[in-house]
């Protein structure tokens, strides 16, 4: 499958396990957009991964995905059922998620899939944790402040995203470095 074929695939996965889904629906679709946006940071390879896994990174929230409840490793699972690795690592790892494993006791379930790291993971996080719930693009800082204020202190997400905090804060940082290097560089 070459990158087209596999954005496009992804892109029909998410909309057939998502589309009923209300403002889960919108953030997907938003962040898939904004993943494009910022594609021009990566190689063509990285690019249709990022874009793939943005359509992709909350799939495991679909009724009929949800076998453990933790939506990185259901859809990871499914997206590594179709024979797509690498987009699986990519779900399975996003914003934060080896935290909240931990916090879950799941580590073990998401070492099935390889971490991923470097500036495709910044570039999925960025993508994510600038898109509030309902699809509208937000500031880092209003993301996590909504994450925190819709799960109570004693929930595994509250922990995790608490914990994850700097490491996504770093992330999102590095993808607005490299977006301004772009922004600045000659035509």
């Given at each position: 499958?070459?990158?087209?074929?596999?954005?496009?695939?992804?892109?029909?996965?998410?909309?057939?396990?998502?589309?009923?889904?209300?403002?889960?629906?919108?953030?997907?679709?938003?962040?898939?957009?904004k993943?494009?946006?910022?594609?021009?940071?990566?190689d063509?390879?990285?690019?249709?991964?990022?874009?793939?896994?943005?359509?992709?990174?909350?799939?495991?929230?679909?009724?009929?995905?949800?076998?453990?409840?933790?939506?990185?490793?259901?859809g990871?699972?499914?997206?590594?059922?179709?024979?797509?690795?690498?987009?699986?690592?990519?779900?399975?790892?996003?914003?934060?998620?080896?935290?909240?494993a931990?916090?879950?006791?799941?580590?073990?379930?998401?070492?099935?899939f390889?971490?991923?790291?470097?500036?495709?993971?910044?570039?999925?996080?960025?993508?994510?944790?600038?898109?509030?719930?309902?699809?509208q693009p937000?500031?880092?800082?209003?993301?996590i402040?909504?994450?925190?204020?819709?799960?109570?202190?004693?929930?595994?997400v509250?922990?995790?995203?608490t914990?994850?905090?700097?490491?996504?804060?770093?992330?999102?940082e590095?993808?607005?470095?490299?977006?301004?290097?772009?922004?600045?560089?000659p035509?």
């Amino acid at each position: 499958m070459d990158a087209d074929e596999l954005v496009r695939w992804a892109e029909a996965q998410a909309s057939g396990l998502l589309s009923g889904t209300g403002d889960r629906w919108r953030h997907v679709q938003a962040v898939a957009a904004k993943a494009a946006e910022i594609g021009s940071t990566l190689d063509d390879q990285d690019r249709a991964a990022l874009i793939s896994a943005a359509w992709l990174h909350d799939v495991g929230y679909a009724p009929e995905l949800a076998a453990t409840g933790f939506h990185p490793v259901d859809g990871a699972r499914y997206v590594r059922d179709h024979g797509h690795e690498r987009v699986a690592a990519l779900v399975a790892h996003h914003s934060g998620a080896r935290l909240e494993a931990e916090e879950r006791g799941m580590a073990d379930e998401l070492a099935e899939f390889e971490p991923v790291d470097g500036p495709l993971m910044d570039a999925l996080i960025y993508a994510d944790m600038t898109t509030g719930p309902a699809g509208q693009p937000v500031s880092f800082e209003e993301r996590i402040t909504d994450i925190l204020r819709r799960y109570p202190p004693n929930d595994p997400v509250h922990r995790a995203i608490t914990r994850a905090r700097p490491m996504l804060r770093a992330a999102v940082e590095r993808i607005r470095r490299r977006l301004d290097g772009l922004a600045n560089q000659p035509m």
